[in-house]
């Protein structure tokens, strides 16, 4: 992978990281709390027609520097840059997605998960799965269910491969599944290149945002937005316009659009779109 380092005090200013980080479990636990908590899952790059650069010079730039989100590629990049400076042991890894694949679809490893040992444990870290991200690191044991502040999971077998799933409503539902066949910063830059220019790609498509706080998640899907507490049944409200949707994307989620012809133009074609049945 990159082996450049990112600025270590800079990133955990940006996450609100108080203290001196060192390489233990508590400490992993706090900063995978903060760094989810303070940096958005977005795709306002791609969904702007504009490639995701995923050198990790321009992922800090923009998600600490600038204080923009992101999505798998820039947020795992970036959390695995610091633990790795602060000590842990890290290896990146590839996921097919399967949460809200059709039964049957031949789904890529696109996705950027990391796994870290500690402690004499093998642990899966996911900052980028927008409203399903992992707020909290889960132990690579297969069958236990494991609770995090934002939900219940598991880890299984499946054709030799790990198979997340979480607990929706006492339903196992498939997230992705993955091998600990280590990745690099090239088979990351293929899955991202589709994932930010091709027009079948979700990122391309649709606007899409999620963010963790300790009473719920926010996910935003186009103009649909979500609230799932942490106790409780979810909402959805339909925004109403395009300044309801600038409001809604920085207050919450923290994001400031770039304002001019092109771009209001791409946010307007959101409320000319039939409601999709999906959400992220």
């Not at 870290?125 to 909290?136: I, P, Q």
């Not at 790990?162 to 498939?174: F, H, K, S």
């Not at 790609?201 to 799932?228: D, K, T």
Request: charged share 20%.
């Amino acid at each position: 992978m990159d082996t450049k380092e990112i600025n270590l005090e800079n990133y955990l200013e940006r996450i609100g990281f108080s203290g001196r980080p060192v390489a233990n479990l508590q400490c992993l636990r706090k900063l995978v709390t903060q760094h989810i908590r303070s940096i958005p899952f977005e795709n306002v790059t791609s969904f702007l027609g504009r490639p995701v650069d995923i050198e990790l010079k321009s992922i800090e730039s923009k998600l600490v520097m600038q204080r923009r989100g992101g999505y798998c590629f820039e947020q795992n990049s970036l959390l695995r840059s610091a633990l790795q400076k602060i000590g842990f042991a890290v290896t990146d890894l590839a996921a097919r997605v399967l949460w809200q694949v059709p039964v049957g679809h031949p789904a890529a490893q696109s996705h950027m998960i990391l796994m870290v040992e500690v402690e004499g444990k093998r642990y899966l870290l996911d900052a980028g799965f927008g409203s399903n991200t992992l707020t909290a690191p889960l132990e690579i044991d297969i069958g236990a269910r494991q609770s995090t502040p934002h939900g219940v999971y598991r880890l299984t077998l499946s054709d030799q491969d790990y198979l997340l799933e979480v607990n929706i409503a006492g339903t196992w539902e498939p997230v992705y599944s993955f091998d600990l066949r280590p990745r690099t910063l090239g088979d990351y830059k293929i899955a991202n290149w589709y994932c930010c220019t091709h027009p079948n790609s979700r990122f391309v498509e649709h606007l899409i945002a999620a963010r963790s706080f300790p009473e719920g998640r926010h996910a935003l899907f186009n103009r649909q937005l979500s609230y799932q507490p942490v106790v409780g049944s979810k909402s959805v409200v339909i925004l109403a316009d395009v300044e309801e949707l600038r409001v809604t994307l920085l207050e919450i989620f923290g994001i400031e659009v770039p304002s001019d012809a092109e771009v209001d133009s791409k946010l307007t074609r959101i409320f000319e779109k039939v409601i999709p049945g999906g959400v992220v």
